[in-house]
C-alpha cells in the first residue's frame, strides 16, 4: 500500500528581503477528518530546513501502514446501501453520510456528522426509523433549546435532518418529510431577536461627521475630546483611518455586515465600478462547523451586482494598496482574498466586537450616542439618502440592497421619503473624498 502523501516535503527559498527567516519546509498534513492541509515550517538556513525534511521523512518511513479501510456497510437487492433495511435512525444516517454526503465538500461533511452526533444521536439514534414523525423532531427541539442551543444551531439541527429525511422518503423507509414547514413554525422569538427593527438612520451630516472622526479623531465644528482609553492596555486611540473603508462601504452601498464580511477582491471591478456579492457570513453557520469559513449564501439567496460610488473607488484602490504592503512587510506574502481585514490581517467578521466598539465611540463623539444606532443602520442611510433625493430612485436603491420585491423597500422607508423634502447626495454631498486624504493624493 503506497505512503500517505502527507508525509511528502518540499523545501525552498522566498525572495524577499523584509522577512528575516526565507527558507521554508512546506508538506500537506492529514487531519481528523481526512482532509489534507498545507503546512508550512520557516527556517533562518537552507541547512536547517533540510534536516527537518530529512528528520521527519525518516520518521514517517518508520511509521506502520495505515489500516484496512471498513467494510462497505450491507447494501439492498439492487446494490444500493441506502435501500437495506436501516432498522435505526443512527444506521440510516451513518449510510447517508457516507454514500450521499460523501459527494459533498469537507466543510459539509463535517458540519453534517457533527450536527448529528453532537445533537441528534443521542435522542433519536436509537429510534426506529420508520416511527420517526414530527412529535419526535418537535420534542429533540425542545430538548436542544432547554440545554441552552441557540435557535441558529436549531435551524441547522432541522435542515440537516431534512435533508437525511428526505433521502428516507425517496427510498420509501418513510411515507412523508416530518420536518417540513417545521423550521417556520418553530422560529424562536421569544427574546424578540429576530423582528425587523425600524430603520434608524444617520442624517447627512452625523454621517460626514462619523467618517471625518474616523480620519482625525475630531468632529468638524465640535471641541475637541480626550483620546479613548483602549480596554486592552497599549496607547490611546484618537483616530481610527484603518476603519474609513469598511464605513465607507457600508454607507455608500448599503451592503449587510455579513455580506462584508463575505466580499472578496475577485469579486469587484474598480476601473468598471462594479462589484457582485455572493457571499454573506453568518456566525452561526460558523459556531456548527468550527473549520469552515462560515459563508452561506445572502439572504435574499441570489447573488447580485451593485454599482460602486465613485467617491468610493480610490478609498478602496489605496485599501488594496496598503493590504498588499502590509502583508508583505509583515511576512505573510500573499494578503488575504477578503476585502476587509484588521491589522493582523484577519477578515472583519459581522459580529466583529472590535467594530461595534469603534462605532460607539463614533456615534458618542458626534453625539449621537444615545439615538440608538447600530451598525446596520449605515444600510438604512444609504436607502433614505437616496429616496429623499428622488424617490424615483426606488428600482436602484432596491437592486442595491439585494431586495427581491421593490414593495419591500417601499414598504420599509415609505416614512423616511417626504416628497418635500430637500435633496442630497449621499456621495458628493458626504464629501468623502475631503474627509478622507489618501496617501496617493498627499504625494
Known sequence: MARPRSHRMTVGQVANDVRVATWYVRWRRTDVTGDRRPVTQWF????????????????????????????????????????????SFHTFAERWLTTIVARKKAATRRSYRGLLETHVYATLGAVPLATIDAECIVGLIAARAAAGVAWGTQKAIIRVLSTCLRWAVRYKHLTHNPCLQLMKELRDDSLGEYEDPEPN????????????????????????RAPLERRRGGQPRTSYPEWIPYFSTLFLTGMRRGEAAGWRWTSINLAGGRGRLERNYSPSEAAVDAKGDGDVT???????DIE???????????????????????GRGKPSPYVFTTARG?????DSKTADRVFAAGMKAIGAEHEGHTIHNCRDTFATLHLIKDSGRLVWVSWMLGHRQRS??????????????????????LNLIGAVHLEADAK
Do not use: C, M
Not at 467617491?311 to 484602490?317: G, R, T
Open 44 to 87: 533562518l538556513t537552507e541547512a536547517d530546513a533540510v534536516a527537518f525534511k530529512a528528520k521527519h521523512e525518516g520518521h514517517a518511513a518508520a511509521l506502520p501502514p495505515p489500516p484496512a479501510l471498513a467494510p462497505p456497510p450491507a447494501t439492498g437487492p439492487t446494490g444500493d446501501a441506502l435501500a437495506a433495511d436501516p432498522g
Open 201 to 224: 438612520p444617520l442624517t447627512a451630516d452625523q454621517t460626514r461627521n462619523f467618517l471625518a472622526w474616523l480620519q482625525t479623531g475630531q468632529v468638524p465644528g465640535h471641541p475637541a
Open 298 to 304: 445572502l439572504k435574499g439567496k441570489r447573488a447580485h
Open 308 to 330: 460602486i460610488d465613485p467617491d468610493l473607488v480610490p478609498i478602496l484602490e489605496q485599501w488594496q494598496r496598503d493590504q498588499r504592503t502590509h502583508s508583505l512587510a509583515t
Open 346 to 350: 484577519a477578515r472583519v467578521k459581522s
Open 408 to 429: 419591500t423597500t417601499a414598504n420599509r422607508y415609505a416614512k423616511w421619503v417626504p416628497e418635500w423634502s430637500s435633496g442630497v447626495r449621499i456621495g458628493g454631498d
